[in-house]
């Protein structure tokens, strides 16, 4: 089985490589992308299978072995997230396929988007399985550079100026993390994670303490957590909407996922609990009072994204079996989620020629479809019961009671009322867009624009995240069952140590 | 082996400059900070390995070898940060294409919502006389 583990990085960088000379031929360019991601999505489902019940898989890279080589460690959490990008990138494809088949591929220069996806991919996959940190920079940049790309394809004016602060931010964060990855050598002399974290532990507090906290603003950046998350309602709105739906859905949580495999493998016993957690409650409430004020869908959206990291945070920064598990399975529903409402709003702009509420209305009834969309994943990032909102919120908030604390319990508050602001957000979103009667320069006819209907693919595609999405209250508790265990395999770190180093860490 | 005190110096110097000039408006300015914090970061991690000869065998005793890791890595941060700049320059040329300068520009949303906010106004009321903005 261990020959699986490298392919979901080879593939996608292959297939870039392919559609890259196939630029001239969009049909087989598009067929090489479904395909390499499809074969992604396979290879992620068999490693799930195999690390559910079974240790990490590890395969060093050219053979070398650790702590020289490069090795990449596939256990639950890792083959967990492949399986949800994997599935979320592909839907994406398939809808980018269908808006740019409608659109005559004029807007979207294909030629550059279907490598540059591809890449962000591999990129994605090679963060999640990477087993030492240099790798995992790496992998950072590798989906940073295609994501530079896809954010300012078309250079647009409006591109071009969020696009400058997207850049210059993400570099920032890289060069912290750099920097982060140079102390932490110069002070152990090694950068694989199973070997770090053995001798992260002999280290004096302070010196700890301070690699800690580079490491958490590196990837804070990234994963959007306030006071760090400024640039990110700016800059992912103005992106088409298939880039802004996976950027939204996967770049954020590759940062949670670095977050979560740092806390848990290299600092357990660290005091970085408390700050997480009062960071978790700002960008919770700072996050959704944003969401509150906006008044263009996507934006509206990008809000809600940040808010929602709080939750994963909150789930970290209890460093309990449960609060992990509970973070974990939240990642896996706010990925898909997001990613749907992006496509929605992508869908409505489409339909009304625009995202911003005073222009919209009416749309549930000229658009039926759109409204089902629109309305059952918004209610399932609300948290919604039977979704599997509800049940990631209802996992975190019961870790949040048993962990006790005065701390916990503003915790939990704030949760429960950020879930309830969420549903404000939401349901003006719903009121302004789909019921009040249509504005009057909403098209009444089938298209937005003349021959703008809604292309099936881009339905088929939303509404198979939706049914995704739906899913997932479905199969909740052999999902729960996996990311209780995947929690309790981070927090031993023993089998993630062994599966590296099989008899003695040097 | 210490670690070299001029280096350590010109690292810090590298820093400070890089994020005085991180904090211009002109993205020109930024690229060169981002290039000099770049330089910075690849100077601290060569602090990091130990300080030697080339580390070739046969060309010097293996005790005073440096340490070749950090300079793969070195080697590797070095290419990206090439890319980097180079993605840059180009949308700094693209800006100053598109707009007549490369200053980096505020969020338009958010000084929108601002102003509306200074005025007193809601979603409401602006939707009323929404279309003579």
Known sequence: MTWLVPLPVIMPLLGAAVTLLLRRRPVLQRAVSVLVLSATLVVAVLLLASTATGPPLTVAVGGWAAPLGIVLVADRLAALMLVVSAAVTLCVLVYSIGQGMADGDDAVPVAVYHPAYLILTAGVTNAFLAGDLFNLYVGFEILLAASYVLITIGATRSRIRTGTTYVVVSLLSSLIFLTAIGLIYAATGTLNLAQLAGRLDALP??????????????????????????????SYPTAIAPVTAVFAGLLTKVGVYAIIRTQTLLFPDGPAGGVLLVAALLTMTVGILGAVAQSDIKRLLSFTLVSHIGYMLF???LASSAGLSGAIFYVVHHIVVQTTL???????????????????GGLARLTPVLGVLFFVPALNLAGIPPFSGFLGKLGLLQAGVDAGGALAWVLVAGSVVTSLLTLYAIGRVWNLAFWRTPHASMPADGGARAGRALPRLMVGATLALVVLGTGLTVVSGPLFDITSRAATELRERQPYVHAVFAEEVP | MSPNLLLVVVVGVLFAAGVTLLLERNLTRVILGITMLGNGVNLLILLGGAYGGPPIVGVTPEPRMSDPLTQAMILTAIVITLGMTAFLLAMAYRSWLLTGHDNVQDDVEDRRIMRRAERDEGLENEDEDGGQR
């Open chain 1, 342 to 360: 992006f496509l929605a709003a992508g869908l409505i702009e489409r339909r009304g020629g625009t995202t911003t509420l005073d222009r919209l």
């Open chain 1, 205 to 234: 507090d302070g010196l700890q303490l301070g690699l800690q906290s580079m490491l958490l603003l590196a990837f804070g950046i990234k994963a959007a957590v306030f006071p760090l998350s400024a640039w990110l309602p700016d």
């Open chain 1, 315 to 317: 789930g970290i920064g």
